[in-house]
């Protein structure tokens, strides 16, 4: 009898963030990504809830890169019992220590301050782990080079390697090959595939030939804007210069303000923005900023980003901040001004403490510069929210809000079919995961035509006999 291979999606199944898929060859289980739901409530306590899988029957989890929806969740697993082996590329080995003490940190901060204001439902209220659960986690971390293929289980029958992905430093595609009763299934998962022609990082690497793709589809139904990234903002920032306002930036620590800082000096250098401070304000992003240079080689950098051979990413005119006493120093400050500080979409850290003090006057300008998930406060002013809720008080926002469009580390839905296309031979079956539910239906719809694949769009536990659909 042939041993089963199946494939269950325990998140980012129509939805965006969560990304857990559990692929099984038999007795051997792999976890591909860890992450954390965001976004609406009832997302979030799902992360409460555990996962609908046994923690410990693990064997080996696979991590294609360090963005808290697809390693988030990693603390909380060490803390049900988690001990398989963490496997990741060298630069997401080093970033994930960042990432997930920071996430902890961050918990215990709001659960600290929730119940010293005594807004929290829950009496006392928790983080959903600890630092020392994030400890727990870093512990089991592999590195693993790009290209390496690692055998999985003790037959040598399942086998994976991790492929440049282009979306963040040490993001990866990941290749998996299994063997089963004399036959090869070729299985590749996407991660986050990155944008093509873009500053700061490479274009992803294209994709090997497989059976099943596990692909992502956040922005599955849109184009990316073909507008630059100058003639969005030109206005709006010179407006906000002209009346001495502050620019507030939230930003992904990781990729999005190194690329966000390396546009606006650029675009000063040239004359195209008036010179103006650039505060970097996340203790993340400037740690992160290290571990970049760490890592410069032209196999994680885009050789754009050098000049006479060495990296020129946060020049002169950026302030980097990492203290609490030195965040607090900004609120003295006038504008103009631009303040870049994580978290992303609003979600939480030092970002809510900037919105909280300058979003209530018109002069000044919040520049959301990625994607919104539902239910995040960016996402409700993104959508003309006249105020958002931080700290468990309604806050006003009067200053004007706008997104713009091209900075997406995502590879939106031209850019996914021409990864697709890269393939010598199409996928014979493609899920579509990591997408809202319109975009996967969208994709999918161009998936069939262009390249005759049967595709699935999972939802949230559904598990698939992957010899049955080959």
Not at 274 to 302: C, G, K, Q, W
Not at 379 to 385: H, K
Request: net charge positive.
């Amino acid at each position: 009898m042939s041993e089963r291979v199946t494939l269950a999606f325990h998140g980012a199944a129509g939805t965006v963030t969560g990304s857990k898929h559990l692929l099984a060859v038999g007795d051997t289980r792999l976890l591909l990504d860890a992450g954390m739901f965001q976004g609406e409530k009832e997302l979030r306590l799902l992360n409460w809830r555990g996962p609908a899988f046994d923690v410990r029957s693990i064997d080996h989890v696979l991590l294609s890169h360090t963005h808290i929806d697809h390693i988030g969740y990693l603390p909380r697993l060490a803390k049900l019992g988690l001990r398989a082996p963490v496997h990741c590329t060298p630069a997401a080995y080093a970033l994930a220590e960042l990432m997930l003490l920071d996430a902890a940190k961050i918990q215990e901060q709001d659960a600290r301050y929730a119940n010293r204001k005594g807004f929290s439902k829950h009496r006392p209220a928790l983080p959903l782990y600890t630092t020392g659960d994030a400890r727990k986690a870093l512990s089991l971390r592999r590195r693993r080079p790009y290209g390496e293929w690692m055998s999985l289980d003790r037959r040598g029958r399942v086998r994976a390697r991790f492929l440049n992905a282009g979306h963040i430093l040490g993001s990866a595609f990941i290749e998996v090959r299994v063997n089963v009763d004399g036959r090869e299934i070729r299985i590749v998962y996407s991660g986050d595939i990155g944008r093509f022609e873009t500053p700061l990082h490479l274009d992803p690497e294209s994709l090997p030939p497989c059976d099943i793709l596990i692909l992502e589809s956040t922005y599955g139904n849109r184009r990316h804007s073909r507008v630059s990234v100058l003639e969005q903002i030109r206005r709006p920032l010179q407006r906000t210069f002209r009346q001495g306002g502050t620019v507030l930036i939230p930003a992904f620590a990781v990729g999005r303000s190194q690329l966000i800082t390396l546009i606006l000096r650029r675009l000063m250098r040239a004359g195209q923005l008036p010179e103006v401070p650039i505060h970097i304000d996340s203790p993340m992003a400037v740690d992160a900023t290290r571990i970049y240079s760490r890592f410069l080689n032209r196999e994680n950098i885009d050789p754009d980003v050098f000049e006479d051979g060495r990296l020129h990413l946060f020049p002169n005119k950026v302030s980097l901040h990492q203290s609490v006493v030195e965040s607090k120093r900004l609120n003295a400050l006038p504008g103009p001004r631009i303040i870049i500080s994580s978290s992303g979409m609003l979600a939480g850290g030092r970002v809510l403490h900037h919105l909280k003090r300058l979003g209530g006057a018109p002069r000044n300008l919040l520049l959301l510069a990625g994607y919104q998930a539902p239910g995040t406060r960016g996402r409700s002013l993104v959508e003309g929210a006249p105020s958002v809720k931080i700290h468990g008080e309604h806050v006003p926002i009067r200053a004007r809000v706008i997104a713009i469009d091209g900075l997406s580390g995502h590879a939106d839905r031209d850019e996914l079919l021409r990864w697709v296309r890269s393939a010598p031979e199409p996928p014979r079956v493609a899920f579509l995961v990591h997408g809202e539910p319109e975009a996967a239906k969208t994709l999918s719809r161009l998936l069939r035509p262009c390249f005759n694949i049967e595709t699935r769009i999972p939802g949230l536990g559904d598990e698939y006999d992957l010899l049955s659909l080959l």
